[in-house]
């Protein structure tokens, strides 16, 4: 009993804090989201007026479509390019100085903004920008494309420079884990590299690719400053669709479409959760 409550002394500032910062505004949005406002105000209130206009609108249906769109691509190009790369630092690099050299030098655009890097992007993918310049110069293209940027291809390819990171680290850190000897063992048993790839390297690395899932995911949907700038406001995704709401004020409405992704994310990660045991990996 004594080890119990000295457990429970223990864990208690930092389920407070957890209290406090986590789960109370959360509750706060969710008790916010029934409640009614007018063009001026907001009042205290239950009803379902907020969702009933949210899954209503077909508007909603719109917006949700491009969020997990955008998610799904971009979790693909992030796993195929953060595994590659997390492969490359783990198995083809023999020095420990160079692999904690070349980690490094993926962290460096993490040294500035998201907002700088994002930007970045604007003059380089522009109708006049260094892209569409080298295409025309090297007769690639006979006039600018107009694609390049603002579209769903300027926004998913922001997207895969934010995040690529958070799919690297986690797979880098599973492949770290796994035994040489299982490598070799599969080579001298006359495994291709190809197989030993599929059947011993990728099913050891599935909590650190399901980890590297969870972080893409959850952050593409939450994100609503790369759609705005990347896709000219011609885009949309269920980030951009709150902050519309809370710059008119409307905060009942912007907890509702809150409450609603908060469901799906956890659906998601719920999912997620039941393919691959990931406290292998905490």
Not at 108 to 121: A, Q
């Amino acid at each position: 009993m004594t080890k119990q409550f000295t457990a429970w002394i223990q864990a208690a500032p930092m389920a407070l804090v957890l209290l406090a910062f986590l789960v109370a505004p959360i509750v706060m949005i969710a008790i916010v989201s029934f409640w009614g406002a007018t063009e001026y105000s907001i009042y205290p209130a239950f009803q379902f007026d907020n969702y009933e206009f949210l899954f209503r609108s077909p508007v909603t249906y719109t917006v949700f479509f491009n969020t997990f769109k955008y998610a799904a691509i971009t979790w693909a190009f992030t796993l195929v390019i953060g595994f590659t790369v997390a492969y490359f630092l783990a198995f083809e690099v023999r020095s420990l100085k160079w692999q904690i050299a070349l980690f490094l030098l993926c962290t460096i655009p993490f040294w500035t903004s998201n907002i700088i890097r994002m930007i970045s992007w604007i003059p380089f993918l522009g109708r006049n920008g260094l892209a569409n310049s080298t295409l025309i110069s090297w007769g690639v293209i006979d006039e600018p494309v107009e694609w390049l940027l603002f579209s769903d291809f300027s926004v998913i390819l922001a997207f895969v420079h934010l995040y690529t990171l958070f799919m690297v680290v986690p797979i880098f850190n599973s492949m770290m884990r796994i035994d040489r000897s299982l490598i070799e063992a599969a080579r001298d048993g006359g495994a291709s590299a190809w197989q030993t790839l599929r059947h011993v390297i990728i099913p050891l690395c599935k909590p650190g690719i399901m980890i590297g899932t969870i972080f893409v995911s959850t952050l593409v949907m939450g994100d609503f400053i790369t759609v705005r700038f990347m896709s000219g406001s011609q885009r949309a995704n269920v980030g951009r669709l709150i902050s519309n709401d809370i710059s008119l004020l409307q905060y009942p409405s912007a907890s509702a479409t809150a409450v609603v992704l908060l469901v799906a994310v956890l659906i998601v990660i719920a999912l997620l959760l039941r393919l691959v045991d990931i406290r292998k990996e905490l």
